[in-house]
């Protein structure tokens, strides 16, 4: 089953950073969307941030907006979110997956791999 990968969460501080990464090692990630997407214990997942295929369309949830920002390297086969300012509300596994287009609806959304688990705590 085809499947992308999720990388670099982590325990951090509020206030700190951290950058996550999602690639694929067994397709090719520049012929999709990649949305990165959140789920917090007990809640659902919802879509945080969404990547055009060619990269040149970007979209924030609000609460992310000035805080994240996403990107990717068709060459590496990688997407990012470089996550900012981080709150205690950014806890939460992350999940990036694969569509034609971006939207924030997580059924049209394929690939799911399982997720990296990001801690904002002091």
């Known amino acids: 089953q085809l499947q992308v990968e999720e990388s670099g969460g982590g325990l951090v501080q509020p206030g700190g950073s951290l950058r996550l990464s999602c690639t694929a090692s067994?397709?090719?990630?520049?012929?999709?969307?990649i949305g990165w997407f959140r789920q917090a214990p007990g809640k659902e997942r919802e879509g945080i941030s969404c990547?055009?295929?060619?990269?040149?369309?970007?979209d924030y949830t609000d609460s992310v907006k000035g805080r994240f920002s996403i990107s990717r390297d068709n060459t590496k086969n990688t997407v990012y979110l470089q996550m900012s300012s981080l709150k205690p509300e950014d806890t939460g596994r992350y999940y990036c997956?694969?569509?034609?287009?971006?939207?924030?609806?997580?059924?049209?959304?394929?690939?799911w791999g399982q997720g990296t688990q990001v801690t904002v705590s002091s």
């Open positions: 997956g694969a569509d034609l287009r971006c939207s924030w609806d997580t059924s049209e959304f394929g690939y």
């Open positions: 067994e397709f090719t990630l520049k012929h999709y969307a």
């Open positions: 990547i055009s295929s060619s990269g040149g369309s970007t």
